[in-house]
């Protein structure tokens, strides 16, 4: 069974950057679909970012322009490297893969953008 670990988070000024991994525990070649979703206090988890195992991406308009996803194949880890971090983007930011045809769940790391 697949387990995903992310790690990368913490305390931040806004305008900086955090880079989030989500490391794999067996191989992710020919994964379906891997991304990342964050949930904020009281609100809904929403979808931030996914790449396909074609290269293919997709963003939030939120975030898109600052954030960037991405894979190392080699490495079975995958990336949210986010940039000109804003206060809203605060929030507990999990990792997901769906490789045939199964989803899992990293545990979630905490990004808080403050002054």
């Known amino acids: 069974q697949v387990q995903l670990v992310e790690s990368g988070g913490g305390l931040v000024q806004p305008g900086g950057s955090l880079r989030l991994s989500c490391a794999a525990s067996?191989?992710?070649?020919?994964?379906?679909?891997m991304g990342w979703h964050r949930q904020a206090p009281g609100k809904q988890r929403e979808l931030v970012a996914t790449i396909s195992s074609g290269g293919s991406t997709t963003y939030a308009v939120s975030v898109e322009g600052r954030f960037t996803i991405s894979t190392d194949n080699a490495r079975n880890t995958m990336y949210l490297q986010m940039d000109s971090l804003k206060p809203e983007d605060t929030a507990v930011y999990y990792c997901y893969l769906i490789k045939n045809g199964l989803l899992r769940w990293g545990q979630g790391t905490q990004v808080t953008v403050s002054s």
């Open positions: 067996t191989s992710i070649n020919g994964f379906n679909d």
